[in-house]
């Protein structure tokens, strides 16, 4: 494969930790991320009944569990019982983690961590003060992003501690997104990948704003988003970007 010339170095996300390879959010697949080289992983928290900070994408346990029900109607106890691994039918039971045990294996390693704060459904009153609670116990700060599709819920980490990195997640196009951005007093962008184009990153760059497009698994869009200077892409597939863009 041929150099890409003029372009920056492109760090490596893994999505859910390699949620192409394993069941995702699961210790399994934060590991196997990190062990195929991943600069970071990125995951999704609700809280549970009893106020647990649970990582899971969903609202409910339905999809990626053999349980059933919504996060924060069952407790802590509840969804430990549960077998996570999904479509993965080559591997023995993944337990849903909750943030600390994610925190406790992460704490004395060097990548950095993107947190997802899952509430742009449901309202988790007190999830952005409880994960920064936690952040702060375990020493994380300078190794932790957080975003969401929930720019109230982004308002309320910089009203708690605006020293924390904060980037805007988004689906759909965004006029001038970058200003919007900085008007919100966020670090950066994550946008579905389809919505990056050289002129955003470009603008987007010039107000000091890193871009880190979601969910980038194709080797072509790959070469897209590196082409197009992002400062790091999340994959499903850490191992694959890994070996085609470093």
Aim: hydrophobic letters at 35%; glycine letters at 6%; charged letters at 30%.
């Amino acid at each position: 494969m041929q150099k890409l010339k003029g372009v920056r170095s492109m760090e490596i996300i893994g999505h859910r930790g390699a949620a192409g390879t394993c069941p995702e959010n699961t210790m399994v697949s934060f590991q196997r991320a990190i062990e195929e080289g991943a600069s970071g992983i990125e995951l999704d928290v609700h809280l549970s009944q009893d106020g647990e900070i649970i990582v899971i994408h969903d609202e409910t346990v339905d999809r990626t569990t053999d349980g059933k029900g919504y996060i924060g109607e069952l407790t802590y106890k509840d969804i430990r019982k549960l077998n996570a691994k999904y479509k993965f039918k080559e591997h023995n039971k993944c337990m849903v983690p909750s943030l600390p045990e994610v925190f406790e294996w992460a704490k004395e390693e060097t990548f950095f961590i993107n947190i997802e704060l899952k509430n742009n459904v449901i309202e988790y009153p007190l999830l952005e003060w409880k994960v920064i609670d936690l952040v702060h116990q375990y020493g994380l700060k300078d190794r932790i992003v957080f975003s969401s599709f929930n720019h109230n819920s982004l308002a309320r980490v910089l009203s708690y501690d605006s020293r924390f990195e904060t980037a805007v997640l988004y689906s759909h196009k965004l006029f001038e997104p970058w200003h919007y951005a900085k008007h919100l007093g966020s670090d950066g962008l994550h946008p579905n990948s389809r919505n990056v184009t050289e002129v955003v990153v470009k603008a987007a760059h010039k107000e000091g704003l890193k871009v880190r497009p979601y969910t980038v698994n194709k080797k072509e869009e790959m070469l897209e988003m590196k082409k197009a200077g992002c400062d790091a892409i999340v994959t499903d597939y850490p191992k694959r970007a890994i070996e085609l863009l470093k």
